[in-house]
């Protein structure tokens, strides 16, 4: 087969996840397994969902929660997705400005880089709003299907607030996030890199959380494509899956990091500097004013600790969240399909590879900072251990 002969069109938001789509491209790794790929950026979720459903892009870096919405239907037309690679774990961080960072610090018990202590924290700042009718506090989040969103919400919860009914959520691209925050729209927002480093570096904001604070685990992007393409394109699919694998071992080589981060800041991709991916790459943010940094290690997975390849584990939990915000009924035919999306078959068929024990990660393969330990076989008695505490009802029955 001559090169470039399997023409490809796959949609992008600029974020550091979508790396190894910029270096399969880059590094002729697509063009070596056939492809002419053409990469498509796109400025919001919705778009990027709704070009892949009709068939405009074959393939997409799509938010995980996104991909099973569209399984089962929920907010949209039902659109069976299949993810065979993930593109990224973990990378989200959450962002709050200097004047909530400053509540949350004067009403902190403990450590605020305890996600309890700052939830709590929070909670004490969202009853002075109340009783101050000051209005409520807003947060952004990318897409109601993501996990920007159920990040927010899962530590919001855990300190008592009721993120539908305490505070305000509303839906922001990421690259228009640090404006908002600068503006002073929103309080704060959970994004993925390199937004949240950008809102820090340019002295707007601070990273209070880095998402694997939350969840030490947890799929953030993956490689969506439509059932149908992939029913009738293995052999296509399993070239795809290798050019992306040579991607990943290539951007996890340290060695590599200045030129991935050059590949991926180039016109009509990431407009942020080269410096700021490599970081991101390397889990060391500037996190806070006279270039505070923090560093971890799963700060964002693009292939270590076997991040490529898909767990349907994550899939039952983004389900879980799901329901239990009011976004899809508890049902068994659903958690099914829910799981369903993720394929790990198709990604050990090609490389194979099978699941394994891996140490330090989280038993649960979730790892989250509060509640119980995530079971995929019992989501129902997993959520009944979430009472709904809303602060305002607090409020209400101490004015009594």
């Given at each position: 087969?001559?090169?470039?002969?399997?023409?490809?069109?796959?949609?992008?938001?600029?974020?550091?996840?979508?790396?190894?789509?910029?270096?399969?491209?880059?590094?002729?790794?697509?063009?070596?397994?056939?492809?002419?790929?053409?990469?498509?950026?796109?400025?919001?979720?919705?778009?990027?969902?709704?070009?892949?459903?009709?068939?405009?892009?074959?393939?997409?870096?799509?938010?995980?929660?996104?991909?099973?919405?569209?399984?089962?239907?929920?907010?949209?037309?039902?659109?069976?997705?299949?993810?065979?690679?993930?593109?990224?774990?973990?990378?989200?961080?959450?962002?709050?400005?200097?004047?909530?960072?400053?509540?949350?610090?004067?009403?902190?018990?403990?450590?605020?880089?305890?996600?309890?202590?700052?939830?709590?924290?929070?909670?004490?700042?969202?009853?002075?709003?109340?009783?101050?009718?000051?209005?409520?506090?807003?947060?952004?989040?990318?897409?109601?299907?993501?996990?920007?969103?159920?990040?927010?919400?899962?530590?919001?919860?855990?300190?008592?607030?009721?993120?539908?009914?305490?505070?305000?959520?509303?839906?922001?691209?990421?690259?228009?996030?640090?404006?908002?925050?600068?503006?002073?729209?929103?309080?704060?927002?959970?994004?993925?890199?390199?937004?949240?480093?950008?809102?820090?570096?340019?002295?707007?904001?601070?990273?209070?959380?880095?998402?694997?604070?939350?969840?030490?685990?947890m799929v953030e992007k993956v490689l969506a494509l439509r059932e149908p393409w992939i029913a009738k394109s293995a052999d296509t699919l399993s070239r795809l899956l290798r050019a992306l694998d040579r991607a990943v071992a290539?951007?996890?080589?340290?060695?590599?990091?200045?030129?991935?981060?050059?590949?991926?800041?180039?016109?009509?991709?990431?407009?942020?500097a080269p410096e700021m991916i490599r970081r991101s790459l390397e889990g060391s943010l500037v996190v806070g004013p006279y270039d505070e940094t923090r560093k971890s290690e799963r700060y964002l997975l693009i292939g270590r600790?076997?991040?490529?390849?898909?767990?349907?584990?994550?899939?039952?939990?983004?389900?879980?969240?799901?329901?239990?915000?009011?976004?899809?009924?508890?049902?068994?035919?659903?958690?099914?399909?829910?799981?369903?999306?993720?394929?790990?078959?198709?990604?050990?068929?090609?490389?194979?590879?099978?699941?394994?024990?891996?140490?330090?990660?989280?038993?649960?393969?979730?790892?989250?900072?509060?509640?119980?330990?995530?079971?995929?076989?019992?989501?129902?008695?997993?959520?009944?251990?979430?009472?709904?505490?809303?602060?305002?009802?607090?409020?209400?029955?101490?004015?009594?």
């Amino acid at each position: 087969m001559r090169r470039g002969d399997i023409p490809l069109r796959i949609g992008f938001i600029p974020l550091v996840d979508a790396a190894p789509l910029f270096v399969a491209v880059d590094k002729q790794f697509a063009a070596e397994e056939g492809f002419d790929v053409e990469l498509v950026r796109e400025v919001s979720w919705s778009n990027v969902r709704d070009k892949l459903n009709i068939g405009l892009f074959d393939a997409a870096h799509l938010l995980a929660p996104v991909a099973i919405a569209s399984s089962l239907g929920i907010g949209h037309v039902r659109v069976p997705i299949a993810a065979p690679i993930n593109l990224g774990v973990n990378g989200n961080a959450i962002v709050v400005s200097h004047e909530l960072y400053a509540k949350l610090a004067a009403h902190a018990d403990g450590d605020l880089g305890d996600p309890l202590v700052s939830a709590q924290a929070l909670a004490r700042v969202v009853s002075d709003q109340d009783e101050k009718a000051a209005g409520p506090l807003t947060f952004g989040i990318t897409f109601p299907f993501s996990n920007h969103n159920y990040q927010l919400r899962f530590w919001m919860g855990a300190g008592g607030v009721d993120p539908d009914e305490d505070v305000q959520l509303v839906v922001l691209p990421p690259p228009y996030m640090v404006d908002s925050l600068a503006n002073g729209h929103i309080d704060g927002f959970c994004v993925g890199a390199p937004w949240n480093s950008v809102a820090t570096e340019q002295g707007v904001g601070r990273v209070l959380h880095f998402g694997c604070d939350i969840q030490a685990r947890m799929v953030e992007k993956v490689l969506a494509l439509r059932e149908p393409w992939i029913a009738k394109s293995a052999d296509t699919l399993s070239r795809l899956l290798r050019a992306l694998d040579r991607a990943v071992a290539f951007i996890d080589d340290p060695e590599n990091l200045d030129e991935v981060a050059a590949i991926m800041t180039a016109p009509n991709r990431i407009n942020v500097a080269p410096e700021m991916i490599r970081r991101s790459l390397e889990g060391s943010l500037v996190v806070g004013p006279y270039d505070e940094t923090r560093k971890s290690e799963r700060y964002l997975l693009i292939g270590r600790k076997g991040a490529a390849r898909p767990d349907p584990v994550h899939a039952a939990w983004i389900y879980a969240q799901m329901v239990r915000w009011g976004q899809a009924p508890l049902s068994s035919t659903l958690f099914d399909q829910a799981q369903a999306v993720f394929r790990p078959d198709i990604y050990d068929a090609v490389f194979g590879r099978r699941d394994s024990r891996l140490s330090g990660e989280p038993k649960d393969r979730v790892g989250a900072f509060a509640g119980p330990p995530f079971d995929p076989k019992d989501i129902a008695g997993y959520l009944s251990a979430w009472p709904a505490n809303r602060i305002k009802r607090r409020v209400a029955v101490r004015r009594k």
